[in-house]
């Protein structure tokens, strides 16, 4: 997915296509998103227990990676299989859309635009069918 960001206010005929991976600033975005994000998902008394161990360092970075990816970014996911992942958690939509709140906020959070946040959000809500398990 890409979006249009104008050099120049004054000419919009120089235009230059940029994914919505540089568009909000590349990795160091992403993993500032995920840190964030991760931080409003322990905080909340209905989805911590889904992270009984806290989140390690490695899931971080397989979920920047694996957002990363879907927003434009060069690297690609390697790590598990998303709905394995999750398969036997009884995640529920109440769980999944409770979720997509905290990275809307989180995205909010950063200041993210949120014409931007919201087309973010609207990847990560494809993930629903292999996500919700309950």
Known sequence: ???TAYT???APAEVEEI???EAIGGRPAVVAA???FYRRLLADPELAPFFPEGVGARHRRYLATFLGEALGGPRRYRG???AAAHRGLSISDAHFDRTAAHLGATLDELG???HLAERIVGIVAGLRPAVVTA
Do not use: G
């Open 8 to 10: 120049d206010a004054s």
């Open 34 to 36: 995920v840190d964030v």
């Open 80 to 82: 598990p299989d998303i």
């Open 19 to 21: 994914n919505l991976y």
């Open 112 to 114: 993210v635009p949120r």
């Open 1 to 3: 997915m890409t979006i």
